[in-house]
C-alpha cells in the first residue's frame, strides 16, 4: 500500500469550545492563504503555523499532518458546493431545466471566485482521494444530483440516467477546473454558462423525448 493511502486525514480532536473553534478557523484560514499563494507542492504545515501566528504544536492538536488540513479544506468546499446544489436544484418552484442553468453559472462563478485555492486543491487531492473519508463527504452532493435527474428523467432507464449524470457531472469538473484557471470577466463567465447550459439541456431533451 503506497504511503499517500496510509496518511490520516481525519482530525485529531473537535473543538470542544469557542476558543478551540475559534483557533481551528484561524488555522484553517491560513491553510487556504498558503494554499493560494503557495500551491500543494510548497504546502507545509510549519508555513501554515507561521502564517496563522500559532504553534506547531497547537495546529498538531488537530490536525495531525498537512493531508489533514487539505482534507478539511476539500471537505468544507464540498459541504459548500453540496449545499449550493440543494438551494438551486431542490427549488420546486422554478422549471427543472431553468435550475439546471441557474446552476451551472452559480457554478462557474463559484470556481473563477476560488481559482486559486480550488486549482491547488485539486492538485493535493492524490493525498486523500483514495481514502473511505472522502467518498462519504462527497456523497451529499451526488445525492442532490441523482435526485434531480431522477425528476428530470423519471422515464428513463437507469442505466441511461446514470450514464447522464455522470456525463454532465464530470463536464461540470472538468470544464470548471480548466476555465477558472484564465481570468475571466463576468461577461465571459455568463457567455459561457448559457452556451454550456444550452448543450446539457438539448442532451436532456433527448433523452426524455427518447424515453
Known amino acids: 500500500m503506497s ?8 482530525v485529531r480532536k473537535r473543538p470542544s ?4 473553534a475559534e483557533l481551528v478557523s484561524t488555522i484553517l484560514e491560513a491553510a487556504a492563504q498558503v494554499l493560494a499563494k503557495e500551491g500543494a507542492p510548497r504546502f507545509t504545515t510549519a508555513r501554515v503555523a507561521e502564517k496563522a501566528g500559532v504553534s506547531i504544536g497547537s495546529l498538531y492538536q488537530y ?3 498537512k493531508a489533514a488540513i487539505l482534507f478539511r479544506l476539500q471537505t468544507d468546499e464540498w459541504r459548500r458546493t453540496s449545499e449550493m446544489l440543494r438551494n438551486i436544484l431542490e427549488d420546486v ?26 486549482v491547488a486543491l485539486n492538485d493535493a487531492a492524490p493525498l486523500y482521494r483514495d481514502a473511505p473519508e472522502a467518498a462519504s463527504a ?16 423519471p422515464n428513463a432507464p437507469d442505466t441511461v440516467r446514470d450514464l447522464a449524470a455522470d456525463l454532465i457531472t464530470t ?7 480548466d ?23 438539448a442532451y436532456l431533451g433527448r433523452i426524455a423525448r427518447e424515453a
Open 3 to 10: 504511503e499517500r493511502r496510509t496518511l490520516k486525514i481525519s
Open 17 to 20: 469550545q469557542a476558543r478551540s
Open 63 to 65: 490536525f495531525p499532518n
Open 93 to 118: 418552484g422554478r422549471p427543472p431545466l431553468e435550475r439546471l442553468r441557474a446552476l451551472v453559472l452559480a457554478f462557474l462563478r463559484s470556481e473563477c471566485a476560488e481559482a486559486s485555492v480550488r
Open 138 to 153: 462527497r456523497a451529499e452532493g451526488e445525492r442532490v444530483f441523482q435526485r434531480f435527474m431522477m425528476e428530470v428523467l
Open 171 to 177: 463536464t461540470f469538473s472538468a470544464v470548471g477546473k
Open 179 to 201: 476555465f477558472s484557471e484564465t481570468t475571466r470577466t463576468a461577461a465571459d463567465v455568463e457567455a459561457y454558462a448559457n452556451a454550456m447550459a444550452d448543450m446539457f439541456c
